[in-house]
Structure formats: C-alpha cells, structure tokens
C-alpha cells in the first residue's frame, strides 16, 4: 500500500475524483493530517465512514522511525531516522531566536563529493519520496507539539543535493506551505544547492516565494575545484550568471554559504577575492562554521579569525553574517551521525 504521505493535496483531489468521491475530501484528510496532526484515518471524524474504510484498505500513515536523538545543549536535536528499506536518513531542528528551524534530508547519501562533508563519503544510495521528505518535518513537528512550539523554518540543506530530487522537492516545497497544513510560509523556506546551474534557472520559474542558498565555500575556480566536484562541471562564471538570471527573474536575494575552514578559504586573499566576485550583486554572505568531521582532515576556523574575516567582508559593503555555532557537543556535521551509524553496523558483521 501506498502512503497517504506521498500525495500532494492537488494529486489526492484528483485521486478522490478517480473513485468517484469528491475532491474536497483531500482537503478535509490534509487538515486531519498536518494541521490536527492526528495518527490514524479512524480520527478523521468528519470524513464519510465509507471514505475512511478505502482509506484504511488503500494506504498506509506510518511516520519514521527514530533511531537515535541526540540533544545538544545549546537545544539542537539531531534525529537519526531509519527507513523501510533499512537506509538512515538524518534531520536537525536548530533553535533560534526566531523561532525553530529544521534542516531536512533530500537523498540518501550524496553525490557531490565535496571535501569537507560527510554526506556524500558512501555516494547517493538514491532519492527520497515525497512521504520520506514531508515526514522529516512532521516527526519533528509531533514531538514540538509536546512543548506546545512549532517549526517556523524549513532549511532543504541536510543530506544530498536538493536539485537532483527536483520534482519530489517542488511537491514538498507545496505541501508544507499548504495554507491549511503546517502552513509553513514560503519566505520561511530555503533550498540550497551545490551549484547546479540549469537547475537554479529552472527553480526561477518556480511560483511560490521560496529562498534560495548557493553553497559556494570558495571564492575562485582554482580552490572551489578542490573543495567541489561540482564546480568542474559548472565553473564559477557559469553558476554566477545563473545566480543573477534567477534574481533578474525573481527578485529574490540568494544567500551565498560559506563554511570557513581552517587555513584553506579563511585566509585575507581569500575574503578579498569574495569581495571581488560578488560586488555589485544583491546577495548575502553567511559565514558558517565548521563542524569538524573526524573522518575529514579540515579543521574549524578560530572565532577571532572568522570575525577578521567576517569584518573585511563588511566593511567592503558586503552584506554578511557569521552564523552562531548549533550542536558543536554533538554529531553536528552533516551526515555524521548517519556515518556513525553505518559503521556500527559494519563493525558488528
């Protein structure tokens, strides 16, 4: 059976119309799931007897199961989840003084091979479905209703490439902005990517206000190469000229990330060519730390540095921020924790 999860509200309408009930039945089961957030179709009070036993014979409303949480003391949970087919998936909900933002997961495992992250260490397993995506967020959001909170931001900058899930992140991107769900809205979310150039010109066209996020994490072609395999496939240049089509298009501002490491990208030639690659363009540094992999030979960038950095950038009227530290006492790293884990497993054989 299929999970109920897996439908956008327009593919269920259109479900509902295929069997000969109405189409506003899939408005009334969306409410009943992410806006009552109830765990069983026998809850759904004010749905027809009869749609509740087709529902019940037809899909399936399992969430994820969880096997690990870990909680920092700064409030960062980072919550290991393991799948039907037996992979691990990870989500990371960060506090802040905003509110409660989560970090979600697009693939298994990654492709892109950058330096530094462990994400794509064991390559892309595969995609997530559209249940694996929204059920991230919603576990999360079940276990903040305990405190009587709620998740204000959605960051797609967990696990794997966002754009290489392109179809199943659009739909997700719809159904968690749904005005009668969890009604997150659009400018409360991002989508970040490694650079996939026909792929921001594509998300241009894209209706709802979503931001988007380039990690970019050097200023040049020479070090980008050797920090990203994918800047050999879309150069700087290439992904710069995307960037501007996608504002000229949207007039949205992109956030440029960038994960300072240690003697690498932090250096004052380093600012001074970040300076002169993005002069002029309407975007926005944010200066990361970063969190150390033990499998990785990178390390952090001392505080004092990364504001010496942070402070060439601002004084070239750059707009810049460097982010606060989250879950540094925990498997913070993305797809750390997934890693651990997998190794357990291998040492166990």
Known sequence: M???????????????????????RAIQIFEWLYRSRVN????????????????????????????????????????????SDGHFIESVLMRHNYGNSICVTSEVGCNMGCAFCASGELGCVRRLTLEEMVLQVLTVQKDLDKEGSRITNV??????????????????????NYAKGL???????????????????????????????????????????????????????EVMEAIKYYYDKTNRRVTFEYI????????KDCAKELIKLIRGMNVYVNLIPYNEVSTKPFKTTPHIEAEEFFSILHKAGINV?????????????????????????????
């Open 40 to 83: 069983s179709f026998d809850e759904m009070t004010n749905v027809p007897k009869k749609a509740i036993v087709h529902l019940k014979e037809n899909f399936t409303m399992d969430l994820l199961t969880l096997e690990r949480l870990q909680v920092s003391s700064d409030g960062t949970r980072k919550y290991l989840f393991k799948l």
């Open 155 to 176: 960051v797609v900058m967990g696990i794997g490439e966002p754009f290489d899930n392109y179809d199943v992140l659009l739909k997700f991107l719809t159904v968690i």
């Open 321 to 349: 921020t460097l982010r606060m530290e989250h879950g540094s006492d925990i498997d913070a790293a993305c797809g750390q924790l997934r890693a651990k884990r997998m190794r357990e497993d291998i040492n166990d054989l």
């Open 260 to 267: 300072l490491l240690h003697g690498i990208n932090d250096t």
């Open 183 to 237: 009604e997150i809205g659009a400018r409360h979310i991002t989508v970040s990517t490694c650079g996939i150039v026909p792929k921001i010109k594509e998300f241009a066209e894209f209706p709802l206000q979503i931001n988007l996020a380039l990690s970019l994490h050097a200023p040049t072609n020479e070090l980008r190469n050797k920090l990203m395999k994918i800047n050999k496939a879309y150069p700087i240049e």
């Open 2 to 24: 299929n999970s109920i999860y897996n439908y956008t509200l327009e593919e269920l309408g259109n479900y509902f119309i295929s069997i000969g009930d109405k189409k506003f």
